[in-house]
Nanobody, 123 residues
Framework: QVQLVESGGGLVQAGGSLRLSCAASGLTFTSYHMGWFRQTPGKGQEFVAA???????YDADSVKGRFTISRDNAKNTVYLQMNSLKPEDTAVYYC?????????????????WGQGTQVTVSS
C-alpha cells in the first residue's frame, strides 16, 4: 500500500532551520505531484509548497523566500528546507501526493497523506 513517511521535525529557535523529508513507497513517485501542508490546532490544513512532476515549484506567500521544496526521484523523497523560521511556522507538517493532471494547492485534491511531523519554533 502507499506510504508517505515524514521526518525531520523538531524544536528550533526562531531564525533557525530545519529540513523535512518525506519518503514515499507503494506508488510510482514520478507520476505524482508532491505537496507540503501544515496544520495548527483549531485550523484547517494550510498549503505550504508543492512541486510538480516536471519539477515546477509553488510556494505560499507566507513562506516565500524562506522555504524551498525539492524532490529526489531516485530516492522517492520530497524535501522541505525551512530557513529563517518564525514562531508562527509552528505546526504539524504533512506531505501529500497528487496524481491529477494539474498541480493543486487544495488539500482535497491530494490522494495520499503522511502521518505528519511536528515543528515547533520558539521565540
Amino acid at each position: 500500500q502507499v506510504q508517505l513517511v515524514e521526518s525531520g521535525g523538531g524544536l528550533v529557535q526562531a531564525g533557525g532551520s530545519l529540513r523535512l523529508s518525506c519518503a514515499a513507497s507503494g506508488l510510482t513517485f514520478t507520476s505524482y505531484h508532491m505537496g507540503w501542508f501544515r496544520q495548527t490546532p483549531g485550523k484547517g490544513q494550510e498549503f505550504v509548497a508543492a512541486i510538480s512532476r516536471a519539477n515546477n515549484r509553488y510556494d505560499a506567500d507566507s513562506v516565500k523566500g524562506r522555504f524551498t521544496i525539492s524532490r529526489d526521484n531516485a530516492k522517492n523523497t520530497v524535501y522541505l528546507q525551512m530557513n529563517s523560521l518564525k514562531p508562527e511556522d509552528t505546526a504539524v507538517y504533512y506531505c501529500a501526493a497528487d496524481r491529477s493532471m494539474t498541480i493543486s494547492r487544495t488539500p482535497g485534491n491530494y490522494d495520499f497523506w503522511g502521518q505528519g511531523t511536528q515543528v515547533t519554533v520558539s521565540s
